[in-house]
């Protein structure tokens, strides 16, 4: 505990803690000194988290060995010392806080005389080995020894004409031997040593379940045939004929040309996908291996992209597999990259990058896993978050980190930090899945960024098809991660039984309710619709106010979560929390009125602070001083949403 390492620290106490839980009180009571004087000194340290975590070290002891830690208490302040409480009140018995059972030894058998009687036990002869019927090797091996060398004999008479140049002798077709009794009987032999499996290459497949990626239906367009038929009739005779040259030169020319004359051409979708498809064919569908020609056929795609203003989405699905797949290759990989940003000013961000994902769940070769994670991290960087899969790239995220590549889950990890500077806190909901060792380089990555304030983002690219244009400016009004979809939570939040807990006599029950709750909304991602919640919220109104001060600041980060969880239907219950969270300011305990101060910024993310400041100038006008200085201190950090 004494390391540098916050994160081995951390461990080092959850460790810790559940030895102290896994001891019998009898063992405890002789070494609970030495933790204690180790652990009341994390109270000081300077990490806010490590200095939670030892408090409730010391409550765990305190509920378990009781006055023996007191004087170890005796330096901490009193909201630190509430803490302590907090935790060893929580603190449940089980079968360690009784003494360990010692094992009864068997009393020693007395002969007559009064002396002890060493007992001996007879020792069990052993079993005979039974000696094998007959001399030398059984008639199986014989047999095998006898097939092996004819099989031999037929494979040196083959190599021998093959050799001559004569044609292969006759297969001699070879009667089965008849078991003898003996092998009837004996039960099939498995070899101890099996022939080794001959090494396939290494493939680094995303690890985990693979996930559904719906895209864009783009509907019925140009077929493989159609799409020969109209460069045929349209293109120049003699550039189409120079495609069936072999010489790559001439072949690179001949793209060249291509690009040149679609440029000169109309608008035309028709022409587009049929140009693609033909460079398909040309290409044996994305599976040309000559360096040189693959290299013209994306100069080509390139020319065309750059000089084109408009661009179907169908006709872009023909080559983005091509370029997803490229671009993991290092000889095309910087080619692939600057075409793939000139493809989203075509078709969209959002539309080149579930293609993106969709590829990379099926990706094979690790430096296409990685390279379409780093043209994703870009892609966001250039055009910003609106209209983008969110689902689909955490998805993808939370499977690449979970890949033994220790490049792909740096670069998967580059991606979703730069969605978290787009996005902010909320992104970290969604990666609970990920193993706790990765999510801890996540964290320590994401605490590196200050993610950027709303309106602070501005595009570097611009998108030059104006169909497209326009569905990126009417998602820009609209917060990327409403695309996810939220929990319908009716049923767990609106059973009576919870309601009866929360306004139970005994605060350890209420408590209780209160964790219940939290662990709905962890569960859900903290994205839940508003179905059902009106009882539950009723009861919240009056529960901030609690009398118990652990259950009353639990309600309170329970109205900020769920505030939170709701987003911008929070509204609908606006009218029932927010002044009732409000008075709560005027609380004297600090832990308290932070923890409420947050519950009033969650609120205003989700629904607005010029929502929250109509309701704020209402309270200010009645409550007492040391409210009305905190709401306008507040009005003042936010005094920008008060036009709106």
């Given amino acids: ?93 089980t079968k360690y806080d009784k003494p360990k059972k010692a094992k009864k030894k068997a009393a020693p058998k007395v002969d007559n005389s009064g002396d002890a009687v060493m007992e001996i036990e007879d020792e069990a002869p052993k079993p005979k080995k039974k000696a094998k019927k007959g001399g030398g090797p059984p008639a199986s091996f014989l047999n095998r020894q006898k097939d092996m060398q004819e099989k031999a004999s037929d494979k040196f008479e083959e190599l021998k004409a093959e050799l001559n140049g004569e044609a292969p002798p006759p297969k001699k077709s070879m009667p089965k031997d008849e078991p003898m009794e003996e092998e009837k009987a004996a039960p099939p032999k498995v070899a101890s040593n099996p022939p080794a499996a001959k090494a396939r290459p290494k493939t680094a497949k995303p690890a985990g379940k693979k996930p559904k990626i719906q895209v864009e239906d783009t509907g019925p367009g140009v077929s493989k045939e159609e799409a020969r038929g109209i460069i045929e009739e349209k293109v120049p005779s003699e550039v189409v004929k120079q495609f069936e040259e072999t010489k790559w030169q001439d072949k690179k020319e001949a793209y060249t040309k291509l690009a040149a004359w679609l440029n000169e051409q109309e608008y035309s979708n028709e022409n587009f996908e049929a140009t693609f498809w033909f460079i398909k064919i040309q290409m044996k569908e994305w599976k040309e291996k000559n360096v040189n020609i693959v290299k013209s056929a994306l100069s080509c795609i390139s020319d065309i992209v750059k000089e084109a203003d408009c661009l179907s989405k169908r006709s872009a699905t023909i080559i983005i597999p091509f370029l997803s797949e490229s671009v993991g290759d290092p000889k095309y990989k910087e080619l ?9 000013e075509l078709v969209g961000p959002g539309f080149l990058i579930k293609h993106m994902c969709k590829h990379t769940s099926n990706a094979k070769a690790p430096n296409v896993i990685v390279e379409n994670n780093a043209v994703m991290a870009m892609l966001i960087d250039e055009f910003g978050t609106d209209g983008l899969p969110v689902q689909e790239m955490i998805n993808i995220g939370i499977i690449c980190c979970d890949n033994k590549n220790a490049k792909i889950r740096v670069e998967t990890i580059n991606m979703l930090s730069t969605l978290y500077k787009h996005l902010g806190e909320a992104i970290r909901t969604f990666l609970k899945d990920i193993k706790d060792s990765t999510l801890a380089v996540i964290n320590k990555e994401f605490d590196k960024i200050t993610p950027l304030k709303k309106g602070e983002f501005q595009s570097k690219r611009e998108i030059r098809n104006e169909d497209v244009k326009q569905e990126v400016e009417e998602a820009a009004g609209e917060n990327p991660l409403d695309s996810i979809p939220r929990a319908d939570v009716t049923k767990e939040l609106g059973g009576q039984k919870l309601l009866a807990l929360i306004n139970d006599d005994n605060w350890k029950k209420r408590k209780e309710a209160i964790d219940k709750i939290n662990g709905v909304l962890e569960k859900s991602n903290m994205r839940i619709l508003p179905n059902g919640l009106s009882e539950l919220v009723g009861l919240l109104k009056v529960k901030m106010a609690d009398s118990n001060k652990a259950c009353q600041k639990g309600f309170l980060e329970l109205v900020g979560k769920l505030g939170e969880a709701l987003g911008a239907a929070a509204k609908q219950y606006g009218a029932m929390l927010i002044k009732p969270l409000l008075r709560c300011l005027s609380e004297k305990n600090t832990l308290v009125r932070q923890l409420n101060i947050e519950a009033v910024n969650k609120w205003s993310e989700a629904i607005g602070a010029e929502n929250m400041i109509g309701d704020m100038g209402k309270v200010i006008m009645k409550e007492n001083p040391e409210i009305r200085m905190v709401l306008l201190e507040w009005i003042l950090k936010n005094k920008e949403s008060i036009s709106k």
């Fill in 1 to 93: 505990m004494k390391d540098k390492s916050p994160l081995i620290v951390k461990q080092s106490i959850e460790f810790l803690q559940a030895s102290i839980k896994q001891t019998f009180i009898d063992d405890l009571n002789k070494i609970y000194t030495e933790i204690s004087s180790d652990c009341s000194k994390l109270a000081a340290h300077p990490d806010g988290e490590i200095r939670e975590m030892g408090l409730a070290t010391m409550g765990l002891l305190k509920a378990r060995v009781g006055a023996g830690v007191e004087k170890y208490l005796s330096d901490l302040n009193p909201q630190k010392l509430e803490k302590v409480n907090e935790a060893a009140a929580e603190y449940k018995l």
């Fill in 336 to 344: 692939c990259k600057e075409l793939l940003l000139s493809l989203a």
